[in-house]
C-alpha cells in the first residue's frame, strides 16, 4: 500500500489541527501503562501521620469479652444441667462438663461476629492455651505436693543434719533427719555418672564417626536398653556381683545397677546431639590435616558440648529416681554409712518409700521432706550441669570473648616479633600494647623466607648514596 503526496500533505495539515491534540489526549486517557504513585512523604512533616507498630499478640476487648461471656454461660448450663438433669458428685465431672459447654459457647459468640478461618483459629488458640494451664497446673501440683506435706520437716536443721537412729515412730519432727539418705544419694550418682559418662560419650561419638554395621549395632542395643525395667538391672546385679562374685550389699553395687540405667539414655541422648553438629566444621578440620580423634576432641564434643550436659542430665534424672536396683543391691538401714564399698546404704527414693508407707504422721513427714529434697537435689545437679555445659555452639560469654581478644592479640604479637623491626608506632596501632608487650630491640631480626631483600648497592652499601647522580639525558 502506497502512500501518494495528496495523503503526506493531508497528514500534515491534520496533526497541525486541534483535532489531533484531542486524539492524543484520548490516547494518553487509554493507555494500559498505569501511572506512577505518588512518592510516600519522607517525615510526619509532610503532613502523613507516622505509622503505628501494631501488636499482633494483643487481646481485642471483643475476644476478651467473648471468653469471659462463654466461661459465664458454660458455668451456669454446668449447674443447670448437674442440678436437674444429671447431678455429678466430683468436681472432675463438673470440668469435664464445664469445658464442652465452654468451646461451643465461644464458637458460637466468635461465629456471630467473624469468619469461618477466624472462628477455626481462635478455636485452636483455645484449646492450645487450655492445655497449656493444664499442664502448667499439674507441674505445680506435683512440685508443690510434697514441699507442703513436708513443710514441717524442711524447716528443721536437725532433718539435714542428722539420721533415723535415734528417731523412732512417735519421736518428735525435731529429732532425727534424712541425712543418711542424702550422703548415700550423692556417693551412688556420683559413682554412676563416674561410670556412665565417659561411656556414653565415647559410644556416641564412636557411631557418630565410624559408621557401619557395628555402629548400627550399637544404636540398635542402647535403644532397646532405654526400656530395661529398672528391677531387672537390679536382679541383675544382684545374681551377678552379689551371688555369684561375693560383693557385699552396698552403694558400688547400687552405683552399678545405677548404670545399667543409666548408660543406654546417656548414649542415645548424645548420639542425636553429635549428630546435629554441622559437617563443614568436621570437614574444615580434615582439610587442615587434623586426625579423625582430634576433630573429635576438639571440634565436634566442645560444638555440642551444651547438647551433651543435657544428655548427662537426662541420665542422671533417670538414675537418681531409682528405688528398687537399690533396695536389692544395697538394702535399707537408718545409720549414715560414708563408705559405698561396705555395707547397707539408703538413697532418697528408698527412704522416701519406707518413710511413707510406715504409717506413722511423724515418718510421713519426714518422707514428703525428703521428696522434696531430692527434687532440691535434682536441681542442683541441672544447674551445676548448665554450668559445665554453657552456652551453644558460637555464644560466648564475656570471659571467653576477653580471654579470646587476648589470645589474638599474642598470637599478632608472636608474628610481628617473627617478622621483626617494629616499634613503639607499631605496637600501639596494633593495641598489643595494652597486654604489656613489649618489643625485643636487642636482638636483630633476620629476614625471613618471603621477606624482600633489595639487590640494589645503594640500599644496601651507605657509601653509595655519596656517589652523584648521573645526569639526565637530553631528550
Not at 553438629?277 to 571440634?299: D, F, M, N, Q
Not at 551453644?392 to 608474628?415: E, Y
Amino acid at each position: 500500500m502506497t502512500a501518494t503526496v495528496e495523503d503526506v500533505e493531508g497528514f500534515k495539515d491534520f496533526k497541525n489541527s486541534e483535532d489531533f491534540e484531542d486524539v492524543e489526549a484520548q490516547d494518553a486517557d487509554e493507555t494500559t501503562i498505569p501511572p506512577e504513585p505518588p512518592e510516600p512523604p519522607e517525615s510526619p512533616e509532610d503532613g502523613a501521620p507516622p505509622e503505628r507498630r501494631r501488636r499482633v499478640r494483643r487481646l481485642k476487648p471483643d475476644a476478651l469479652f467473648a471468653l469471659l461471656g462463654a466461661a459465664a454461660a458454660a458455668v451456669s448450663l454446668t449447674v443447670l444441667i448437674s442440678d436437674w438433669f444429671a447431678p455429678f458428685s466430683g468436681p472432675l465431672g463438673f470440668v469435664v462438663l464445664c469445658y464442652p459447654l465452654f468451646l461451643a459457647c465461644y464458637a458460637i459468640l466468635v461465629w456471630t461476629d467473624e469468619s469461618g478461618p477466624i472462628l477455626r483459629d481462635r478455636l485452636m488458640a483455645v484449646v492450645t492455651h487450655s492445655i497449656a494451664i493444664l499442664v502448667f497446673c499439674v507441674l505445680v501440683l506435683i512440685v508443690g505436693f510434697p514441699i507442703w506435706g513436708g513443710l514441717k520437716s524442711l524447716t528443721h536443721v536437725n532433718f539435714y543434719t542428722q539420721d533415723l537412729r535415734v528417731a523412732g515412730p512417735v519421736q518428735p519432727i525435731s529429732i532425727g533427719g534424712v541425712r543418711h539418705a542424702v550422703v548415700g544419694t550423692v556417693e551412688q550418682i556420683t559413682i554412676t555418672l563416674a561410670i556412665t559418662v565417659p561411656l556414653g560419650i565415647a559410644c556416641a561419638v564412636f557411631m557418630n564417626e565410624s559408621p557401619g554395621r557395628l555402629a548400627n549395632l550399637v544404636r540398635t542395643v542402647a535403644a532397646a536398653a532405654t526400656a530395661l525395667p529398672s528391677i531387672v538391672a537390679g536382679l541383675f546385679v544382684f545374681a551377678l556381683l552379689i551371688l555369684e562374685f561375693g560383693l557385699p550389699k552396698s552403694g558400688l553395687a547400687a552405683a552399678f545397677a545405677l548404670s545399667i540405667m543409666t548408660l543406654p539414655i546417656i548414649i542415645r541422648a548424645s548420639d542425636v546431639v553429635l549428630r546435629l553438629v554441622p559437617g563443614h566444621l568436621k570437614e574444615a578440620s580434615y582439610a587442615l590435616g587434623a586426625s579423625r580423634w582430634r576433630t573429635a576432641l576438639r571440634v565436634t564434643i566442645p560444638t555440642a558440648r551444651s547438647g551433651l550436659a543435657t544428655a548427662v542430665i537426662l541420665g542422671a534424672a533417670r538414675g537418681i529416681g531409682e528405688t528398687s536396683p537399690v533396695l536389692l543391691t544395697a538394702g535399707y538401714t537408718q545409720y549414715t554409712n560414708y563408705d559405698p564399698r561396705r555395707g547397707p546404704q539408703t538413697s532418697l527414693p528408698l527412704a522416701t518409700f519406707k518413710l511413707v508407707t510406715s504409717g506413722q504422721p511423724n515418718y510421713i513427714t519426714r518422707g514428703y521432706g525428703a521428696a522434696a529434697l531430692l527434687m532440691l537435689l535434682v536441681l542442683v545437679l541441672f544447674v551445676a550441669a548448665r554450668a559445665v555445659g554453657g552456652k551453644g555452639a558460637g555464644q560466648l560469654s564475656r570471659r571467653q570473648r576477653r580471654r579470646r581478644t587476648a589470645a589474638s592479640r599474642r598470637v599478632q604479637a608472636r608474628f610481628l616479633e617473627r617478622r621483626g623491626g617494629f616499634g613503639t608506632t607499631s605496637l600501639e596501632a596494633t593495641g598489643l600494647a595494652a597486654i604489656g608487650f613489649a618489643p625485643n630491640d636487642a636482638v636483630p631480626a633476620e629476614p625471613g623466607p618471603t621477606d624482600f631483600v633489595p639487590t640494589d648497592p645503594a640500599a644496601t652499601d651507605p657509601a653509595a648514596t655519596d656517589r652523584p647522580e648521573p645526569p639526565e639525558r637530553p631528550s
